[in-house]
């Protein structure tokens, strides 16, 4: 169900809305289970577009430090679009309800299809299967995957259901003893990060345990 090969990705925006434009794009590809390669990119805002304040408190990407040093919004996310339709087995830290949809809306903008993320092999949400794990910890009701379900269907279950559970990528990474995730965040840096968690719940048991 988990592969051993597959591409970690993972989004800075300039706001919250679904309509928000992604102003650092981080991938990292990971074969054997090991981490073979990352990197992320920086991209201008166009122009008439803002940087809400709470945004840049996350990642501090300024929109002076966007329009000298990131890279031609079309063009690049041209090049997203090509990177991510060709990867079969994608995974990140709430993807089914953030990352997916911004990079969808993002696409749309600049004349591309959308890309149907419930056709690739397997999007593996480690948000979705953190608050999953606990949900069958506090006996929270079903948190097994059912045999009717894929993948990503049981994991938007499971991200939808409105509880009073905390999976945030800190939370997450500091339960599973993958890093302590510090100061501001960095897309290459949150993937290394989600690399690390999924890896910790494959040894721990968590995929035999959840997607029976």
């Known amino acids: 169900m988990i592969p051993d090969n597959y591409l970690v990705i993972d989004l800075e925006t300039n706001g919250l809305g679904r309509r928000a434009h992604i102003v650092q794009f981080g991938w990292a590809s990971i074969e054997g289970r090991k981490l073979k390669s990352s990197g992320a990119v920086m991209i201008r805002l166009p122009t008439g577009a803002s940087m809400s304040p709470g945004a840049q408190d996350v990642h501090n990407l300024s929109i002076e430090k ?14 997203i679009h090509e990177f ?58 079903n948190h097994f995957m059912r045999a009717s379900e894929t993948l990503y269907s049981y994991e938007k279950r499971i991200v939808n259901r409105r509880l009073s559970i905390k999976w945030n990528l800190n939370l997450c990474a500091s339960t599973l003893n993958a890093g302590e995730v510090r100061g501001h ?16 719940m494959r040894e721990r048991g968590w995929f035999e345990e959840l997607l029976c």
């Open 185 to 200: 965040h960095d897309a290459e840096e949150d993937c290394q990060y989600v690399y690390r968690i999924l890896e910790a």
């Open 66 to 79: 966007l329009a000298a040093e990131g890279k031609d919004p079309k063009e690049t996310i041209a090049a």
């Open 84 to 141: 991510v339709s060709e990867s079969s087995d994608i995974a990140g830290h709430n993807i089914i309800r953030f990352d997916s949809r911004i990079l969808n809306e993002n696409f749309l903008r600049y004349g591309l299809p959308t890309i149907d993320f419930q056709d690739k092999a397997s999007v593996i949400d480690t948000g979705g299967l953190y608050k999953a794990r606990q949900i069958a910890k506090q006996k929270l009701g």
